[in-house]
Each structure stands twice: as C-alpha cells, then as structure tokens.
C-alpha cells in the first residue's frame, strides 16, 4: 500500500481518459493495446501492463492470447520468469491503431 494520501499519488494509469479508450470503449483488450502504444519502444511483463492498463494480472492473461494471434502484441524475450511483451511494430494493424490514435487527437486539436 502506498504511504502517499491518494490524491497525491502520480497516475500511472496510460490506458485513463485516452482519445482511444473514449472511441473504442474501456474493454480491457483496448486497454491493453494503449498501455503498449504508450511505451511502444520498450517491452513490459504482465504486471507492467496491468497497471498501465488500469487492469488486473487476470484480466490481462484472459486477453493477451487473442491478441497475441491477432498479431498485435509480441512475446519478446523472458526476464526471470517474466514473460515480456511489446505492440507489434511489424503489424500493419497495430500500425493502424496508432495512426488512429494520432488521426483523432489531431481531430480534437
């Protein structure tokens, strides 16, 4: 538990109030996909996404394998006995996601 009061908190939540959660809904797939658009230059484990997700660890591992087949999102290597993941930069579609996120915050600009 964190000794700090709850508003001073820093928000480590990447997945809260973004252009594509508010187009595509808080589903925890969604979520996922922009807690790994925001940190797109590095890979993360489960836990790692989770909170930048705003999800728990269960909700994550009912997720990632469709995601995982829907080529979006890459297992990169295992640190420890942490599998680690990243958004699939090779993927035209998770490309795609990205350049939508960027079209509509051009579109609220």
């Known amino acids: 538990m ?5 508003q001073e908190r ?3 939540s990447a997945a ?5 959660t508010d187009v595509l809904g808080g589903h925890g797939k969604v979520k996922i996909l922009v807690a790994l658009l925001s940190e797109n230059d590095r890979d993360l484990n489960a836990t790692e996404i989770s909170r930048l997700a705003d999800i728990d ?20 290597r295992t640190v420890g006995n942490s599998q680690m993941y990243r958004i699939n930069r090779d993927s ?9 996120e960027w079209s509509l915050l051009d579109a609220i600009e």
Do not use: K, N
């Open 2 to 6: 964190s000794s700090l009061p709850e």
């Open 10 to 12: 820093p928000d480590e």
């Open 16 to 20: 809260d109030d973004t252009v594509l």
């Open 57 to 76: 660890r269960t909700t994550f591992y009912e997720h990632i394998g469709d995601l995982r087949e829907y080529g979006l999102v890459i297992e990169t």
């Open 92 to 100: 035209p579609a998770a490309e795609d996601l990205a350049s939508m």
